[in-house]
Protein backbone atom coordinates (compact mmCIF):
# COMPACT_ATOMS: atom_id res chain seq x y z
CA UNK A 1 0.00 0.00 0.00
CA UNK A 2 1.48 3.27 -0.84
CA UNK A 3 1.20 6.28 1.03
CA UNK A 4 2.72 9.71 1.23
CA UNK A 5 2.99 11.66 4.40
CA UNK A 6 3.66 15.45 4.51
CA UNK A 7 4.72 17.58 7.71
CA UNK A 8 6.31 20.39 8.24
CA UNK A 9 4.06 23.02 7.18
CA UNK A 10 2.63 25.63 9.42
CA UNK A 11 2.09 29.72 10.03
CA UNK A 12 5.20 31.93 9.07
CA UNK A 13 5.68 35.36 8.67
CA UNK A 14 6.67 36.76 5.45
CA UNK A 15 10.88 36.50 4.87
CA UNK A 16 10.74 33.43 6.90
CA UNK A 17 11.59 29.57 6.28
CA UNK A 18 9.69 26.02 6.68
CA UNK A 19 11.02 22.95 5.27
CA UNK A 20 8.74 20.20 4.55
CA UNK A 21 9.18 16.34 4.42
CA UNK A 22 7.36 14.09 2.35
CA UNK A 23 7.90 10.35 3.96
CA UNK A 24 6.81 7.56 1.05
CA UNK A 25 6.23 3.65 1.84
CA UNK A 26 5.13 1.55 -0.86
CA UNK A 27 7.20 2.75 -3.52
CA UNK A 28 9.81 1.91 -5.46
CA UNK A 29 11.27 5.09 -4.43
CA UNK A 30 14.64 5.09 -5.20
CA UNK A 31 13.98 4.58 -9.00
CA UNK A 32 10.92 7.20 -9.21
CA UNK A 33 10.34 10.92 -9.60
CA UNK A 34 9.29 13.04 -7.14
CA UNK A 35 7.20 16.55 -6.67
CA UNK A 36 5.57 19.18 -4.62
CA UNK A 37 1.97 21.08 -5.92
CA UNK A 38 0.28 23.68 -4.07
CA UNK A 39 -3.13 24.72 -4.52
CA UNK A 40 -4.33 28.07 -2.95
CA UNK A 41 -8.05 28.95 -2.62
CA UNK A 42 -9.48 29.91 -5.97
CA UNK A 43 -6.90 28.93 -8.08
CA UNK A 44 -5.62 24.82 -9.77
CA UNK A 45 -3.43 23.25 -8.57
CA UNK A 46 0.99 23.98 -9.41
CA UNK A 47 3.89 22.18 -9.76
CA UNK A 48 6.08 23.73 -7.66
CA UNK A 49 8.98 21.47 -7.89
CA UNK A 50 10.33 18.27 -8.92
CA UNK A 51 13.43 15.56 -8.50
CA UNK A 52 14.24 13.11 -10.73
CA UNK A 53 15.39 9.32 -9.80
CA UNK A 54 19.16 11.19 -10.55
CA UNK A 55 18.34 13.95 -8.70
CA UNK A 56 17.82 16.72 -11.73
CA UNK A 57 15.58 19.62 -10.25
CA UNK A 58 13.03 21.78 -12.01
CA UNK A 59 10.99 24.99 -10.36
CA UNK A 60 8.31 26.98 -11.19
CA UNK A 61 9.80 30.42 -12.19
CA UNK A 62 7.95 32.33 -8.99
CA UNK A 63 10.01 30.32 -6.02
CA UNK A 64 13.62 29.65 -7.90
CA UNK A 65 16.46 30.60 -6.11
CA UNK A 66 14.19 30.55 -2.94
CA UNK A 67 13.04 27.20 -2.83
CA UNK A 68 15.18 23.44 -2.78
CA UNK A 69 13.93 20.03 -3.10
CA UNK A 70 15.76 17.12 -2.68
CA UNK A 71 15.58 13.73 -1.31
CA UNK A 72 16.93 11.20 0.92
CA UNK A 73 16.82 8.02 -0.52
CA UNK A 74 18.11 5.94 2.50
CA UNK A 75 15.02 7.58 4.18
CA UNK A 76 12.29 7.00 1.11
CA UNK A 77 11.79 11.85 2.07
CA UNK A 78 11.20 14.30 -0.22
CA UNK A 79 11.99 17.71 1.13
CA UNK A 80 11.06 21.29 0.47
CA UNK A 81 13.34 23.80 1.85
CA UNK A 82 11.32 27.23 1.10
CA UNK A 83 12.96 30.49 2.17
CA UNK A 84 11.93 34.06 1.66
CA UNK A 85 8.65 33.15 2.23
CA UNK A 86 6.03 35.57 0.56
CA UNK A 87 2.44 35.81 1.29
CA UNK A 88 1.83 34.62 -2.14
CA UNK A 89 3.20 31.61 -1.16
CA UNK A 90 0.36 30.25 0.89
CA UNK A 91 -1.54 27.40 -0.09
CA UNK A 92 -2.00 23.92 0.44
CA UNK A 93 1.31 22.13 -0.24
CA UNK A 94 0.81 18.36 -1.75
CA UNK A 95 3.61 15.81 -2.64
CA UNK A 96 3.17 13.55 -5.72
CA UNK A 97 4.65 10.19 -6.14
CA UNK A 98 3.99 9.11 -10.17
CA UNK A 99 5.71 6.44 -12.23
CA UNK A 100 5.36 3.97 -15.28
CA UNK A 101 6.63 -0.01 -14.30
CA UNK A 102 5.80 -2.55 -17.54
CA UNK A 103 3.65 0.08 -18.79
CA UNK A 104 1.29 0.88 -16.23
CA UNK A 105 0.83 3.97 -14.12
CA UNK A 106 1.01 4.99 -10.84
CA UNK A 107 0.11 8.14 -9.41
CA UNK A 108 -0.52 8.94 -5.91
CA UNK A 109 -0.82 11.94 -3.51
CA UNK A 110 -0.02 12.80 0.11
CA UNK A 111 -3.28 14.59 1.89
CA UNK A 112 -1.65 18.04 1.83
CA UNK A 113 0.40 20.45 4.28
CA UNK A 114 -1.30 23.73 5.14
CA UNK A 115 1.05 26.66 4.69
CA UNK A 116 0.45 29.87 5.55
CA UNK A 117 2.67 33.16 5.31
CA UNK A 118 1.58 36.71 6.89
CA UNK A 119 2.94 40.01 5.65
Known amino acids: QVQLVESGGGLVQAGGSLRLSCAAS????????MGWYRQAPGKQRELVAGITAGGSTNYVDSVKGRFTISRDNAKNTVYLQMNSLKPEDTAVYYCRANWVVAAQQYDYWGQGTQVTVSS
Open 26 to 33: GTPFRIIA
